[in-house]
Antibody, heavy 121, light 108 residues
Framework: QITLKESGPTLVKPTQTLTLTCSFS??????????VGWIRQTPGKALEWLAL???????LYSPSLKSRLTITKDTSKNQVVLTMTNMDPVDTATYYC?????????????WGQGTLVTVSS | SYVLTQPPSVSVAPGQTARITCGAN??????VHWYQQQPGQAPVLVVH???DRPSGIPERFSGSNSGNTATLTISRVEAGDEADYYC???????????FGGGTKLTVL
């Protein structure tokens, strides 16, 4: 059964850099067509896509946040890491990682449970 | 960037049919995906590529996409269908994933 799980700090201070790790099982990021993305959801609001990384190390970022985001993968550990610089209270949100459904248009078929990150001094 | 517009809320009585729309310019030219999100839970993909259902999703969930509007239809609505629903597309021109603002489905 495919699972994903996010981990990282629950509280960061303004201007700090957030590092989140997505650990997944039962699929490999070395398999052609596979991708893992990050999506966030501010309290009471809609979903916002952040970044996506593919098996071939191709990386895509939200245009509005591109300058602050970096996504990397460690295929041997089945992990994807997202860093977001210069955190602000408006970045307080639940952050999800999700598997991109392979070999079709971009959608996300398996999601982690999400991790709530609060930005506050 | 590409904008997807959903009604904030839709209400329906149990047993009736709910229709949740997702509007955008020529959305029929894109594949639309739909997610259900129960309170406090992660989103679940219920329809992908306009009208296909992932394994395990009831046949009551269906989708269509034409012109400037995509629609998620839930037949024979149950109390357990009460949730937020989001549409999503891939915008190839800007290379970004776009989500709609979400629709809260209330079962009366």
């Amino acid at each position: 059964q495919i699972t994903l799980k996010e981990s990282g700090p629950t509280l960061v201070k303004p201007t700090q850099t957030l590092t989140l790790t997505c650990s997944f099982s039962e699929f490999s990021l070395s398999t052609r067509g596979v991708g893992v993305g990050w999506i966030r959801q501010t309290p009471g609001k809609a979903l916002e896509w952040l970044a996506l990384i593919y098996w071939d190390d191709d990386k895509l970022y939200s245009p509005s946040l591109k300058s602050r985001l970096t996504i990397t993968k460690d295929t041997s550990k089945n992990q994807v890491v997202l860093t977001m610089t210069n955190m602000d209270p408006v970045d307080t949100a639940t952050y999800y990682c999700a598997r991109r459904r392979p070999r079709t248009d971009v959608s996300f078929d398996y999601w982690g449970q999400g991790t709530l990150v609060t930005v506050s001094s | 960037s590409y904008v997807l517009t959903q009604p904030p809320s839709v209400s329906v009585a149990p047993g009736q049919t709910a229709r949740i729309t997702c509007g955008a310019n020529n959305i029929a030219g894109k594949s639309v995906h739909w997610y259900q999100q129960q309170p406090g839970q992660a989103p679940v993909l219920v329809v992908h590529d306009d009208s296909d259902r992932p394994s395990g999703i009831p046949e009551r969930f269906s989708g269509s996409n034409s012109g400037n509007t995509a629609t998620l239809t839930i037949s024979r609505v149950e109390a357990g269908d009460e949730a937020d629903y989001y549409c999503q597309v891939w915008d190839g021109s800007s290379e970004e994933v776009v989500f709609g603002g979400g629709t809260k489905l209330t079962v009366l």
